[in-house]
DNA sequence: GGTCGTATATTTTTT
DNA sequence: ATATACGACC
């Protein structure tokens, strides 16, 4: 099989080794996708039926990348694997098999904006108050009970959640769990953890299915390992029983999910399940330079838990990394914007060889703003995605509506849209009624007459009435989902209502909506989707991720823009890695403990490791937040880079800080009373023992009034006391010490505000 | 009962 | 900046 012949020896002999368990040690740029995609291909030439091969990706866009190559080494039989992502191939067998759990075929997805809806819906029901059981908290909680395969029934039985519920002040939190899986169940509608949760339990219940399965899949194979959660490994580990041909590849260093429930544990412990395992570790690098390779060697050689792993690249030595200092967000946008456009002349490359990394969605504002200015081509990959849209949500949920009955979120969302005099109260009669008679909200408005609590009149009445007509063309005129949909996009009034609306905005939501017909034109047209119901369209569209929406091959030459998170299996020649500052990369919010950190630190691996020829690093000395400028340090993660690969390249002037107004959060606790007392005053008093260092009383040639030894309070760290105070030039640092947990930080004095105690 | 305007809280990553 | 909640007004 000459296709083999690029292949260094350990990618050869992942790719020919089919018999048994199997892990693949992928470093970054190892030629991972390249062999799992020579890997099946070879399969299929020794005989093994695509029909029987599962092959397990991140993305829907990975799966399809991969199939593609696949079929240009071995051709058409290609699109007889199944590939895809855990959630849809296996919401795709749900809808075959779902029955036997109780769900239709037409059970709905629930995104999170649905899960967190009915949350709020719950522990409004249930008296609960909203600022102790905050959504995210509920959902969190949810989530990761789902994902460790823990039923309601049994998180209600277990006295060590209980305990560690009560401490949290949520006691009631399984009882919110159960209604939450209860309401779903009588909607009909399944969020993302349960696409999981739910083929566990159907394999576990259901042994015929099960089987079935486990003799269909002769080979089982996970791309990113490193990311799958419990529930994951367990539905891979199950279906591989028979056969045992199971193949995992991933990068513990690369592993970046845990928030989400990915345990890095999968794959340290993977040698455990399969004691006849084999290992292979691909470690030669083809991907970057050796400064790069060094400078991300260098991070990650700080974490404890970690696969031992020797990453080298045969590559040349390339450009030192860049570290580019900005005085705000936007100085750092200009800066990369000009920097693109002057590399781009230079080293004669397409925008297309650039990306720009950050670590929250917010973030790409500034960067937009200066290439923009500069006419830069962009793209911008995540954020608030096309499908998230307010006004493409409101058409889905009333496709959703007319497909399925129960799902109570679509109900709530369309039910006055366009207005149609139905308000809260209405809404609320109707629901009491449903729940007094044990019927469904829909069995109630579609015979709104016999139940007299709940008289709404003719509105109500015209709703069901649409709804009807609706559901008449998909189940007896079984017409196709592009016929149902810009028949309800015209009936309901929705296109009407945009059309209607000449603002700027008001045109994009109509051409938004446009667009979305053509999609599903599209699904329709495609001859690779033989089922063309609307049934079908939503459930694959409730599963697309950011990186799946395809773009128009004619202008692909972009800058790109994206999350560190989703940059994850891509390259690029030169990557800008933005907005390295303390609490935002590392985040704040992620670090609450030495597992979090390694978590960061691996994210910010990934980061590096994007990277081909040159990688260049930001960050700002104050950032826009909320429409607030605030300060910021750098992160420490760029003093532990070896120093030996870095230069500075870039500093710029102050010119935004005129405008700067710090945001202050909290007062200041009185130093008279305990901390913990947690009595805050609302505004730092005059006469207390505080002394305010504002930066501006820094100057080049001051004398510092800080002493190392001293205490000091920072408005977010709070208590610490100095250790070590280093003044080269303009670089004023502190070493401080804070006692709250945090350990010790640098701060550059120029923006740290420290109050002194005396 | 519905809608409109004002006050308030929110800060992460994604299937 | 933006989404939600609540109170005043129609």
């Not at 990068?251 to 890095?264: E, L, M």
Request: include cysteine; proline fraction near 2%; hydrophobic fraction near 35%.
């Amino acid at each position: 099989m000459d296709f083999l012949d690029g292949l260094n020896e350990p990618q050869r002999q992942a790719v020919e080794y089919i018999e048994g368990p199997l892990m693949i040690i992928a470093g970054a740029g190892s030629g991972k996708t390249r062999v799992l995609t020579y890997r099946t291909a070879y399969l299929i030439q020794n005989g093994v039926d695509p029909f029987s091969i599962l092959l397990l990706t991140f993305t829907n866009k990975a799966a399809g990348e991969m199939r593609h190559r696949i079929e240009t080494v071995i051709g058409g039989q290609a699109k007889n694997i199944w590939m895809g992502t855990f959630h849809s191939v296996f919401a795709k067998i749900l809808r075959f098999e779902g029955g036997k759990l109780g769900y239709t075929s037409n059970f709905s997805i629930y995104d999170t904006d649905d899960s967190k809806s009915l949350i709020r819906a719950l522990v409004k029901e249930q008296n609960l108050d909203d600022k102790v059981y905050k959504v995210n908290l509920v959902l969190n909680r949810i989530s990761n009970a789902k994902n460790r395969l823990i039923s309601p029934e049994q998180y209600l039985a277990s006295s060590i959640v209980e305990q560690e519920d009560r401490y949290a002040k949520i006691p009631m939190m399984g009882t919110l769990y159960k209604s939450y899986c209860l309401r779903c169940f009588q909607a009909n509608a399944m969020d993302f953890d349960d696409l999981l949760y739910q083929t566990n339990i159907l394999f576990r219940d259901h042994l015929d299915v099960l089987n079935k399965y486990q003799h269909k899949f002769k080979h089982v194979m996970v791309d990113e390992f490193q990311d799958t959660n419990v529930s994951q490994y367990l539905i891979t580990k199950k279906l591989a029983a028979v056969n045992r041909n199971i193949c995992v590849v991933g990068d513990d260093a690369q592993s970046i999910y845990a928030f989400r429930g990915a345990d890095i544990q999968n794959i340290l412990n993977f040698e455990r399940d399969y004691s006849d395992l084999k290992t292979i570790k691909l470690e030669e690098n083809y991907r970057s330079t050796k400064a790069i390779v060094a400078v991300a060697n260098s991070i990650i050689a700080r974490n404890k838990s970690q696969l031992k792993k020797d990453v080298f690249t045969s590559n040349e030595e390339g450009e030192q990394i860049e570290i580019i200092r900005a005085g705000s967000d936007n100085d750092e946008g200009r800066i990369i914007a000009s920097t693109i456009f002057e590399a781009r002349q230079k080293d004669g490359l397409k925008w297309s060889d650039f990306a720009i990394l950050y670590r929250t969605n917010a973030q790409s504002r500034s960067f937009e703003e200066s290439l923009r200015r500069l006419n830069i081509n962009y793209r911008i990959i995540g954020g608030l995605s096309f499908y998230q849209r307010k006004e493409i949500k409101d058409v889905l949920a009333y496709l959703r509506f007319v497909v399925n009955q129960n799902d109570e979120e679509a109900f709530k969302r369309i039910i006055n849209l366009p207005k149609r005099g139905i308000g809260d109260t209405s809404i609320a009669k109707i629901s009491v009624t449903a729940a007094e008679h044990k019927v469904s909200v829909w069995e109630v408005v579609s015979h709104i007459n016999q139940y007299p609590g709940a008289r709404g009149g003719a509105s109500i009445e015209n709703f069901a009435d649409l709804i009807k007509s609706f559901k008449l063309l998909v189940e007896v005129e079984q017409k196709d989902a592009y016929e149902v949909a810009s028949h309800v996009a015209k009936a309901s009034g929705l296109v009407r209502e945009l059309y209607e609306d000449k603002t700027v905005e008001g045109l994009a939501r109509y051409q938004n909506v446009q667009e979305l017909l053509n999609a599903i034109k599209q699904f329709v047209d495609s001859e690779e989707n033989e089922d063309k119901s609307l049934s079908t369209f939503l459930q694959s569209v409730s599963l697309l991720t950011n990186a799946d929406t395809n773009e128009d091959p004619n202008d692909r030459d972009k800058v790109t823009l994206m999350t560190v998170h989703s940059a994850k299996g891509l390259e690029f020649k030169n990557v800008f890695l933005v907005g390295l500052e303390e609490d935002l990369f590392p985040s704040q919010m992620m670090l609450q403990s030495q597992a979090d950190l390694e978590e960061e630190r691996r994210l910010f691996y990934v980061a590096i490791t994007r990277a081909e020829k040159k990688l260049m690093i930001s960050y700002a000395e104050s950032r826009y937040q909320f429409g607030r400028l605030k300060s910021c340090e750098p992160s420490r993660f760029l003093d532990e880079l070896d120093s030996t690969y870095l230069k500075m390249a870039k500093t710029s002037g102050k010119k935004e800080i005129s405008s700067f107004r710090p945001v202050q959060k909290t007062g200041f606790v009185e130093k008279s009373t305990s901390p913990s007392a947690a009595q805050l005053i609302q505004k730092p008093q005059q006469n207390t023992n505080y002394q305010h260092v504002p930066s501006s009383d820094f100057k080049q040639t001051d004398a510092l009034q800080l002493k190392e030894g001293q205490r000091v309070e920072h408005q977010k760290f709070g208590f610490g006391s100095i250790k070590k105070l280093e003044i080269n030039g303009a670089e004023r640092k502190a070493h401080i010490v804070f006692e709250k947990g945090i350990g010790e930080k640098v701060l550059l004095l120029s923006f740290a505000k420290l109050m002194v105690i005396e």
